[in-house]
């Protein structure tokens, strides 16, 4: 017998909690779909959350319990799916009212400083191959997008404003389908920009004029400097901001003085203590 059991369940307890709440994270986003804009890792950590008020019922208000007893199990289980519902269904409501993004009027008038389109986000069309750089241009442009004015990004038509459809990058992923993208996009910005940026876009999907799906990726004025962080320690940070229709990364002098005077706290954002973007 160990000289400190306690420890032992202990130590089996936190990797089995975290692989729990990662599963009723992922059962929440396939549940809500696209009117879910929550990270996935805001809802492992929501489930976690869940878990521990679980245990602290089993604790407080029955005597005797242990960590692995069924009524223990049932009751941080149970907790934490119904925390992760609730918070889930909020989220929803709250963007559920948000209206529809036309896509073949943005693709018929071509783009701007407020729309751009992608033919792929993971796939090199000319080297035909997954490629990291096709990703890490997906998180510049939203980036510059919610640094600037807003925009539309349309992932699935050319530069001409043809509509070639998602099939390319669907076939990149386990499941080829549109939720599964929208997963994979939402992990890729919080990776890259942060888990707070990364549920400031609206994600929808939508038929070109031909018929083939496209997904458009919405982004309002950011609240808050994004930045693209492209190394995994975090020490290569970049300000990507949209200069007429081409995104352009700003350097250390620019950047100070543009997040200065896009970013210009009035008496109200000082007050409330939050940025205000302009």
């Known amino acids: 017998m160990p000289e400190s059991p306690l420890l032992v369940e202990l130590a089996i307890a936190l990797p089995a909690a975290l692989a729990f709440a990662y599963l009723i994270a992922l059962l929440m986003r396939r549940l809500f779909g696209r009117r879910l804009r929550l990270a996935l890792a805001t809802l492992t950590i929501v489930s976690l959350l869940g878990l521990s008020a679980g245990l602290l019922i089993a604790g407080w208000f029955f005597y005797g319990l242990r960590l692995w007893m069924p009524t223990t199990v049932l009751l941080a289980f149970g907790a934490s799916l119904l925390l992760s519902l609730l918070v889930s269904g909020i989220s929803s409501v709250l963007h559920g009212d948000e209206p529809e993004v036309d896509i073949p009027a943005l ?75 929208e997963l994979w996009l939402r992990d890729l910005l919080t990776n890259l920009l942060g888990r707070n940026a990364a549920g400031l876009p609206r994600i929808a999907f939508g038929p070109g004029p031909n ?13 808050k400097p994004v930045f693209v962080t492209q190394a995994k320690d975090g020490s290569s940070t970049d300000l990507w901001v949209r200069v007429g229709n081409s995104t352009r990364s700003l350097g250390v002098d620019e950047a100070v003085e543009y997040v ?4 210009r706290p009035s008496l109200s954002t000082v007050l409330l203590g939050r940025p205000a973007a302009r």
Do not use: Q, Y
């Not at 018929?211 to 609240?223: E, F």
């Not at 200065?260 to 970013?263: L, M, V």
């Open 260 to 263: 200065s005077r896009h970013w």
């Open 107 to 181: 693709l018929a008038a071509g783009e701007s400083d407020r729309v751009e389109f992608k033919e792929t986000a993971r796939w090199n069309v000319r080297e035909d191959r997954k490629d990291p750089r096709m990703e890490l241009a997906i998180a510049k442009t939203l980036a510059a997008f919610l640094n600037s004015s807003g925009g539309t990004l349309v992932i699935g038509a050319n530069d001409a404003g043809e509509a070639v459809g998602l099939d390319r990058d669907f076939a990149t992923l386990r499941t080829p389908d549109a939720d599964r993208f």
């Open 211 to 223: 018929g083939v799906v496209v997904c458009a990726v919405t982004c309002s004025p950011s609240p």
